[in-house]
């Protein structure tokens, strides 16, 4: 059974920085493509960025130069380090992985940025 918890959500300032958790079970996590979705009330999903098993990095271009995702394939994490963050960035974070043609995603964890 595929499990995605994610931990590291928190209050922070403009300007701040966070960094995001995702324990993943269930699957042979080196071999697959994670992700990082965040969600605003009324608004889709978005997806933030990607790291494939190869750690090639993909990111939506409103947090270039400001979130780096990196994984660790003997502890089966995923990270997402966000620095410089800013009001717009306040959502719920999911962790993500399509794993035989479903998507599968955590319980999401709360990151508010206000001053």
């Known amino acids: 059974q595929v499990r995605l918890v994610e931990s590291g959500g928190n209050l922070v300032q403009p300007g701040g920085s966070l960094r995001l958790s995702c324990a993943a079970s269930?699957?042979?996590?080196?071999?697959?493509?994670m992700r990082w979705f965040r969600q605003v009330p009324g608004k889709e999903r978005e997806l933030v960025a990607s790291?494939?098993?190869?750690?090639?990095?993909n990111y939506t271009e409103s947090v270039k130069g400001r979130f780096t995702i990196s994984r660790d394939n003997v502890w089966n994490r995923l990270y997402l380090q966000m620095n410089n963050l800013k009001a717009d960035d306040t959502a719920v974070y999911y962790c993500?992985?399509?794993?035989?043609?479903?998507?599968?995603y955590g319980q999401g964890t709360q990151v508010t940025v206000s001053a």
């Open positions: 993500n992985v399509a794993y035989r043609s479903r998507m599968y």
């Open positions: 269930g699957i042979n996590f080196k071999l697959y493509t």
């Open positions: 790291i494939d098993s190869g750690h090639n990095q």
